[in-house]
């Protein structure tokens, strides 16, 4: 997955946030960390996420690992633009250990790279819904 990450807003965060899909709530935001898929998303802009909306080809989403694959010092969350999905199927999903075929993602990098990630390494792929830009957010301590 790419280096594009996405950070909580209070530090010390671990690393795996969500477990389960059952943890998700139904719309969350993140904070962006990064200038990779500038000038539409920008560093410390929030985005808004679905668990419910169907993601389709050209959506902004967010790919959840599952934490039982992830690796020592993994992000758990990165942000690609969906280029082709799975259309129904529920995730998390394990594949048959006598099959040789995998389901597969294949998410957009902002390079414009594609990234083949299998269905079975997910816990969740969740559609951004809203952009809040940065400049947009008012700090009441500025008022």
């Given amino acids: 997955?790419?280096?594009?990450a996405v950070r909580a807003a209070a530090e010390g965060v671990p690393?795996?946030?969500f477990r389960t899909v059952a943890e998700f709530p139904?719309?969350?935001i993140m904070e962006f960390s990064g200038n990779d898929f500038a000038p539409r998303i920008n560093d410390g802009d929030s985005l808004v996420f679905s668990?419910?909306?169907t993601p389709?080809?050209?959506?902004?989403v967010i790919a959840w690992k599952r934490p039982d694959k992830m690796q020592p010092g993994d992000m758990q969350a990165s942000i690609f633009t969906l280029f082709l999905g799975q259309s129904g199927i529920t995730l998390p999903v394990d594949d048959h250990p006598q099959s040789?075929?995998?389901l597969v993602f294949v998410l957009m990098q902002s390079d414009g790279r594609r990234a083949l990630v299998e269905a079975s390494k997910l816990l969740?792929?969740?559609k951004c819904v809203n952009i809040?830009?940065?400049e947009d957010c008012s700090n009441e301590d500025d008022a």
């Fill in 100 to 102: 040789e075929v995998k």
């Fill in 15 to 17: 690393k795996v946030i």
């Fill in 51 to 53: 668990k419910s909306e």
């Fill in 1 to 4: 997955m790419p280096n594009t």
């Fill in 26 to 28: 139904e719309l969350y």
């Fill in 56 to 60: 389709k080809r050209d959506d902004i």
């Fill in 132 to 134: 809040v830009k940065r």
């Fill in 124 to 126: 969740a792929v969740h």
